[in-house]
């Protein structure tokens, strides 16, 4: 009966587990693409991928999953594709870093017009 209990509650967990992560990777695709429309670049095949996990502190020192997702986009202006780093501390973006391109965009610096 007690592994019973148990099992169900590991299979609720890692399905919430998976919901959580579902919704974070979609914000991170609205905010890839946001930035790419602002930058005038095309995000290729509109998604993001997890490249990887681990614990941070957020701004008020509370402890996090910051996830680090590879996008790729075409920038026209230079003819040519480029991957991009997109870092979500919790749910909120923390920033963008254009490896290619040496720049890092921070939040602060990321503006949605």
């Not at 099992?7 to 991170?28: D, G």
């Not at 614990?55 to 594709?81: H, M, S, V, W």
Request: a positive charge; one cysteine or more; glycine letters at 2%.
């Amino acid at each position: 009966m007690l592994t019973s209990i148990i099992l169900i509650l590991v299979i609720v967990l890692l399905v919430l587990t998976w919901y959580r992560f579902s919704q974070v990777k979609e914000k991170a695709v609205q905010a890839a693409k946001e930035f790419c429309q602002a930058q005038h670049m095309e995000l290729l095949d509109d998604t993001v991928m997890l490249k990887r996990v681990k614990l941070a502190r957020n701004d008020t020192g509370r402890l996090c999953l910051e996830r680090i997702y590879r996008l790729t986009y075409f920038n026209p202006q230079k003819d040519r594709r480029a991957q991009t780093w997109l870092h979500m501390l919790g749910d909120e973006l923390k920033l963008i870093s254009l490896a290619r391109e040496g720049n890092v965009i921070h939040l602060s610096d990321y503006d949605k017009e």
